[in-house]
């Protein structure tokens, strides 16, 4: 059981280029999230989907977009790389709702230059 | 909209003692669920304990145990016989229990044990 898997685990990148962070899961959630962590900061949520093709905004989305056509999959787009994207991307999964914990991929450590 | 504050960015603790770690949170909800995640270098996010608001009994896994008190709106973490693999960053969480069940985190506490 890989839970959930991040892709790629580092990678560097030129102001104004754009990329796509890959994140899937095999345990059938319904509840994806992308969380990005700046140093000395806790995870701040960017974007969440509750099901295929559903999709909404978190807390700080700006620059950011994201699709959900399968369950298995929520991928992240960065479209204008800015050093302000500098940072660790998280993506996350939950069952349901209640007391059901989140599990989290390994994390995207990206920089922009 | 709630707010997740760790007081404490570091703490240290020497092995087999215990330590706590504090958390204060924010909401006008009664339906929600509080976390503890330990983050090592490796930088996983790992699951420590969860509560349920509307459970007075306090959440324990084995060596952690929370104290939880919901009218102060406080959440603390105590870590008994800490060990050196408990050395991480912490972090305390909080989820409404309705609507994205996204989880809102503190700042963090960063934990050295001693050997």
């Known amino acids: 059981n890989a839970g959930v898997t991040q892709t790629p685990k580092f990678r560097i990148l030129k102001i104004g280029q754009s990329m796509t962070l890959q994140c899937t899961q095999d345990?059938?959630?319904?509840?994806m999230y992308w969380y990005r962590q700046d140093p000395g900061m806790g995870l701040k949520l960017i974007y969440y989907?509750?099901?295929?093709?559903?999709?909404d905004k978190g807390e700080v989305p700006n620059g950011y977009n994201v699709s959900r056509s399968t369950t298995e999959d929520f991928p992240l787009r960065l479209e204008l790389a800015a050093p302000s994207q500098t940072s660790v991307y998280f993506c996350a999964s939950q069952y349901q709702s209640g007391n059901q914990p989140q599990h989290f991929g390994d994390g995207t450590r990206l920089s922009i230059l | 909209a709630q707010t997740v504050t760790q007081s404490q960015p570091e703490m240290s603790v020497q092995e087999a003692e215990t330590v706590t770690l504090s958390c204060t949170y924010d909401t006008s909800e009664s339906d929600y669920y509080l976390f503890w995640y330990k983050q090592p270098p490796s930088r996983q996010m790992i699951l420590v304990i969860r509560q349920e608001a509307y459970k007075q009994q306090n959440a324990t896994e084995n060596r952690f145990s929370v104290n939880f008190q919901k009218a102060a709106k406080s959440f603390s973490l105590k870590i008994s016989d800490s060990q050196l693999g408990d050395a991480a960053m912490y972090f305390c969480a909080y989820r409404s229990g309705a609507g994205s069940y996204q989880l809102t985190f503190g700042k963090g506490t960063k934990l050295s044990v001693i050997p």
């Open positions: 989907s509750v099901g295929a093709g559903i999709t």
């Open positions: 345990m059938n959630h319904n509840y």
